[in-house]
């Protein structure tokens, strides 16, 4: 079947490098993308979206990068801080603003 | 703005017993609630959506008897775990989505552990 999935199962990277997580989508008719960080015990909370009419969306901080030729998804996070440590989703819109499909998650680890 | 809210956040209860778990949205209506449950280490998995004063729509493989969901008004979902076993114990979680946007918000999930 169709669905969302990650290239990487766990990232650590240095305090104040750049970091990048990837996500994979294989449904073409997905026009609805999230990406999600979720902290231990903690519910998903909601970073940044893109419309796949669109390549690239900034936030503070956060860039996301959207190929629909070749379905790939990246969340980029600048100087990445210890803070910046979780885990991160992807999710994708199947259903024009209902159902979502969650990617199997990064773990971001930030070394002091 | 867009917070969501679950109630209790942590529970422990006997094999048997059932438990209630709350869901609202305190700065804006949620036309659509979801369910989610995710099992430690892994992605999060939909239950059932949820949309106010209609039957609960269901996911492939979720008994609708053992997970009543209600709900009633625009700002509150309840799921409900019946009989509880051990096998129920995961980390349950909520979202909303409200009526202008596409997106979900998340509650802080409820963790049910049963003995």
């Known amino acids: 079947g169709e669905s969302v999935g990650l290239h990487l199962p766990t990232l650590s990277v240095q305090e104040g490098d750049n970091s990048i997580i990837n996500c994979a989508y294989s449904?073409?008719?997905?026009?609805?993308f999230i990406w999600y960080k979720q902290e231990s015990g903690k519910g998903p909370q909601f970073i940044i979206d893109i419309r796949s009419n669109m390549d690239k969306r900034q936030g503070q901080r956060v860039t996301v990068l959207l190929n629909k030729t070749v379905k790939h998804l990246s969340l980029q996070i600048a100087a990445t801080q210890p803070g910046d440590s979780a885990v991160y989703f992807c999710a994708e819109n199947m259903d024009a603003g209902n159902m979502l499909t969650f990617g199997g998650g990064t773990r971001l680890m930030v070394k002091p | 703005g867009a917070v969501v809210s679950q109630h209790p956040s942590r529970v422990i209860c006997k094999s048997g017993t059932s438990v209630k778990i709350e869901c609202r949205s305190l700065?804006?209506?949620?036309?659509?609630m979801f369910w989610y449950r995710q099992f430690p280490k892994q992605s999060l998995m939909l239950m059932a959506t949820s949309n106010e004063g209609s039957k609960a729509t269901y996911e492939q493989g979720v008994e609708k008897d053992k997970f009543l969901i209600n709900h009633a008004s625009l700002t509150l979902s309840t799921l409900t775990v019946t009989s509880a076993h051990p096998e129920d114990s995961s980390f349950y979680i909520c979202?909303?989505?409200?009526?202008?946007?596409?997106?979900?918000?998340f509650g802080p999930g409820t963790r049910l552990t049963v003995l």
């Open positions: 449904n073409s008719a997905s026009d609805y």
């Open positions: 700065d804006f209506q949620a036309t659509t």
């Open positions: 979202s909303a989505r409200s009526i202008n946007t596409d997106t979900q918000y």
